[in-house]
């Protein structure tokens, strides 16, 4: 089955520079590759996925890039502001199945 | 808001009960995940329906089943309650039978086994 793995599980960024989450996944059929973000005491909410059949995806100062031949794929933040402070799990759907399958998550930080 | 209900929000018991956790999930949609997130823990998926029919298993344990009922609201049912089973218990819905699109979760219920 699928297993994704994230990196890095803490990351502390000042406010205003960029943050880069990364994630690899094992399954090579994989084809679906969300970005969740969890506020404090709140639900997953998603920001940003992305499709095999396209490397790079952007959304203001969001963006995620995907290597499928490496079997891995980025979350890019930039101009980070106070309200990016949260947890942000990537996901890969599994390619055989109907499963969502997430990273253990990166706790971002952002210094003011 | 999700548009995704689940209920109770919290839940306190002991040790080797059983409790019912339900979900219904936004109109229209036609799947229910379900996942358990313990203390800083990730989300681990347990178990996927599809217009009624299980259509994916993670690594749910022996002790919890889940169904999902003709009106496509589910329920999460965990037994012999263990100190390990303390948790937030997501479900999420989404409108196909596969994972491509949006997940739209719940507000979670919150489970303590003391």
């Known amino acids: 089955g699928e297993n994704v793995e994230q990196h890095p599980s803490t990351l502390s960024v000042q406010e205003g520079d960029s943050a880069v989450i990364k994630c690899t996944y094992s399954?090579?059929?994989?084809?679906?590759f969300p970005w969740y973000k969890q506020e404090l005491g709140k639900r997953p909410q998603l920001i940003i996925d992305?499709?095999?059949?396209?490397g790079e995806k952007k959304d203001q100062r969001i963006a995620v890039t995907l290597n499928k031949t490496a079997k891995h794929f980025s979350l890019h933040i930039t101009e980070t502001q106070p309200e990016d402070s949260a947890v942000y799990f990537c996901?890969?759907?599994?390619?055989?199945?109907?499963?969502?399958?997430f990273g253990s998550g990166t706790r971002l930080s952002i210094r003011p | 808001d999700s548009g995704v209900t689940q209920t109770p929000k919290h839940l306190i018991t002991a040790t080797g009960q059983r409790v019912t956790l339900r979900c219904s999930p936004r109109?229209?949609?036609?799947?229910v995940y379900w996942y358990q997130q313990s203390l800083d823990q990730g989300l681990q998926f347990l178990i996927q329906?599809?217009?009624?029919?299980?259509?994916a298993k993670g690594n749910i344990l022996e002790r919890f089943s889940a169904q999902q009922f003709p009106d496509l609201h589910s329920e999460l049912n965990l037994s012999s309650l263990e100190l390990g089973d303390s948790a937030l218990y997501f479900c999420?819905?989404?409108?196909?039978?596969?994972?491509?699109?949006?997940?739209?979760f719940g507000e979670g219920s919150r489970l303590t086994v003391l």
């Open positions: 999420a819905s989404s409108t196909r039978t596969g994972g491509t699109g949006e997940l739209f």
């Open positions: 399954d090579s059929a994989s084809n679906y």
């Open positions: 992305i499709r095999s059949n396209v």
């Open positions: 996901a890969a759907e599994e390619g055989s199945a109907s499963k969502i399958i």
């Open positions: 109109s229209g949609d036609l799947s």
């Open positions: 329906y599809y217009n009624g029919e299980e259509r």
